[in-house]
């Protein structure tokens, strides 16, 4: 199938992105950035504005009242209804600017998983596969906060392997309702909602199918509250259904297609959970930085010592790279989707196959979003020291919070796979991914290589962006070669090439940034100065966290003379990066705790 569009997803691989085609964060309009302040203003109110007392009530499991009563406020100010609609009384907002506003929710610790919830995979299965009437009458109660919502696909026994659940929907005699058995498991949201999407097999069909359950259809019972590690501010429940009488005109989208919805919508909140990394980070930060100023030892502020600055200036650097990769896709779909309608896709199927032509890059950055978030919130811990463990500060919740996103929206490992089949697909069977290009493209990466210090301005960091995506395309290859379908059983080499899959999608998607900055005459300098090592950080990380990856391919499969010659490609391929770590982590730091000094 040949496509002529620029906008396919993985086509980052093959294919040099011109800056006029990327848009970056700085690019964010006043509007977008009134979206994002609303939510940002909305979140220090209510859950920072009463200190930390009110934070800790979110985490006692049993003050449920302040999180509805919260909820109740964000959907006054219309935060339930962002991705809705306008003519359903939501906001409709484009993909992007959601992400945006995504990024303000990780504001409010965990009370984010909730409206977060409502705004995504409650409610965007009607959204997006919805009859006119489904919508009209479902929507506008969820755009409003009276009806919360919930997406309901995991059971007991079938979690990462989602489309084996048992739950069975059975037409009646009088063929007028689907009388729906079974339990649903871990249903965020599911103590408040009264709208549940419930995917459930008709019959003895082999597919799943989507369903819009109405708690007041009777029949379903809700279960006792799960005690969790964190997110404590969100319900999370099980749902059991018991001869729950369905309408007929309740079936979501096609009988059989619910698997796909499922997936689709997993697509968009795979990157929300990216977005949401984005906003923890960049607000742990400022809370580290100002920590490290105000904190005191051996007559110092703790900011002043080189390993708390190699801290911050760590997480600067990948919340900078990682908040590029977002944005990038976010307006890429965006795009998608825009030139889907021209080509004559009614709005629905524009927005779910824009959506679903970025499965690569959604899944690659919930992976490291999620991650990122992780082991930010760890370093937070340990910059404030004692104070970190303890439950004055939050910090401990942020880090227990943080945990699920590595779980949810598919676990970490099944989105690693999925990157890496998904790329397959493209690539060897609807040949989307014009990997042709590579052959052109590999031998000069190659040679650009042997002279680690050519090249003018951004040339060598571009040159080195390229070596990643050669080093995966050319391990990709050989391993595929070499284990055929095999491939798919080894998935500890599946794991290290959709890692340095997703470094080299980040690294360059941070360049292209400071690229366009570079372009632009009205870019700020200094600040420039600062972005630019914060690129270079992450570059200079991820050809580290690469060649490891390599190392484990290679050393995983090959032998003999195919893995002398290899090894040998992978160490042209990743040279040493001339920076100093040390420095380059101190200027970022040292421009971070100047602005909040
Ligand atoms: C707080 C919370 C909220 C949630 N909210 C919702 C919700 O609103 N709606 C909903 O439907 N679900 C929800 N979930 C469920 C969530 O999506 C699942 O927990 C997740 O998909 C993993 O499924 P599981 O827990 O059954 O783990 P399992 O599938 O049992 O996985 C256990 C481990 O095995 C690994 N594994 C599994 N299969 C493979 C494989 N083929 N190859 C390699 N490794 C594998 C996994 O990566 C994981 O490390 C929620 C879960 C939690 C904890």
């Known amino acids: 199938m040949s496509n002529t569009s620029k906008l396919v997803g993985g086509s980052f691989l093959f294919a040099a992105t011109p800056t006029k085609d990327v848009f970056i964060p700085e690019e964010f309009t006043q509007e977008q950035h009134m979206i994002f302040n609303t939510v940002k203003d909305f979140m220090l109110q209510e859950v920072h504005g009463l200190g930390i007392g009110r934070v800790a009530s979110l985490d006692a499991e049993k003050d449920k009242a302040l999180v509805l009563d919260i909820f109740k406020k964000a959907s006054e100010l219309g935060l339930s209804g962002v991705s809705i609609d306008e003519q359903f009384g939501g906001l409709g907002l484009d993909f992007n600017t959601s992400l945006y506003y995504t990024e303000g929710l990780a504001l409010g610790f965990s009370f984010a998983t909730t409206i977060g919830c409502q705004t995504s995979i409650g409610s965007l ?34 979690g990462s392997d989602a489309n084996s659940g048992k739950t069975r929907a059975v ?15 871990w249903i965020t949201n599911g103590g408040f909602a009264e709208i549940f999407t419930v995917f459930a097999k008709i019959g003895d069909d082999e597919k799943l199918s989507a369903f819009i359950v109405e708690k007041s259809f009777g029949g379903i019972e809700i279960g006792k509250e799960e005690k969790k590690m964190g997110i404590k501010a969100s319900s999370t429940v099980p749902v059991y259904f018991m001869n729950c009488q369905v309408p007929v005109e309740n ?45 005191i030892q051996f007559n110092k502020p703790i900011g002043d010592f080189g390993a708390m600055k190699q801290k911050i200036g760590r997480i600067a650097s990948t919340a900078f790279a990682l908040e590029s990769g977002v ?82 929206e598919g676990t970490n490992e099944i989105n690693r796979m999925l990157a890496l089949a998904e790329f397959y697909k493209r690539a060897f069977v609807s040949k989307e991914l014009n990997i042709g290009a590579a052959k052109s493209t590999i031998p000069s990466a190659i040679f650009q290589s042997l002279n680690p210090f050519g090249g003018s301005g951004l040339d060598r960091e571009f040159g080195l ?11 990709t290859g050989a391993a595929g070669n070499k284990l055929k379908s095999k491939l798919v059983d080894e998935q500890e080499i599946v794991m290290n090439l959709a890692d340095i899959l997703g470094l080299a999608f980040t690294a360059e998607s941070a360049f292209l940034r400071i690229k366009k900055l570079n372009e632009n005459s009205t870019t700020d300098k200094a600040q420039l100065a600062i972005k630019t090592k914060m690129a270079q950080l992450y570059l200079y990380d991820a050809l580290d966290a690469a060649r490891k990856a390599a190392n484990n391919v290679l050393d995983s499969y090959a032998s003999g003379a195919e893995k002398w010659a290899l090894r040998k490609v992978c160490n042209i391929l990743l040279p040493t990066y001339d920076i100093n770590p040390k420095d380059t982590c101190r200027a970022i730091a040292d421009d971070l705790l100047k602005r909040v000094g």
């Open 251 to 295: 079936l979501l989208g096609e009988r059989g297609k619910g698997f796909n919805m499922a997936l689709n919508i997993l697509n968009s909140g795979r990157i929300k959970i990216a977005a949401g990394g984005v906003g923890g980070m960049k607000f742990g930060l400022e809370k580290m930085v100002r920590y490290a100023t105000e904190r």
């Open 125 to 158: 299965p009607i959204q997006w596969y919805g009859t006119e009437a489904q919508k009209a009458k479902y929507l506008p109660k969820i755009a409003s906060g009276e009806h919360g919502c919930s997406y309901c696909l995991t059971e007991p026994g079938s």
């Open 171 to 185: 037409l009646n005699e009088a063929g007028t309702h689907y009388v729906l058995n079974g339990q649903k498991m």
């Open 327 to 408: 944005y990038r896709v976010g307006a890429d779909v965006d795009k998608k989707h825009d030139e889907l309608k021209k080509a004559g896709s009614n709005y629905n199927d524009a927005k779910i196959n824009a959506m679903r032509e970025y499965a690569i890059e959604c899944a690659l950055l919930k992976v490291q979003g999620s991650e990122a978030m992780c082991n930010a919130a760890d370093e937070a811990i340990q910059l404030f020291g004692g104070m970190g463990y303890s439950m004055e500060t939050g910090v401990e919740m942020a880090y227990r919070d943080a945990r699920i996103t590595k779980i949810y």
């Open 465 to 475: 962006v390229n070596n990643l995506k050669a080093l995966f395309v050319i391990l």
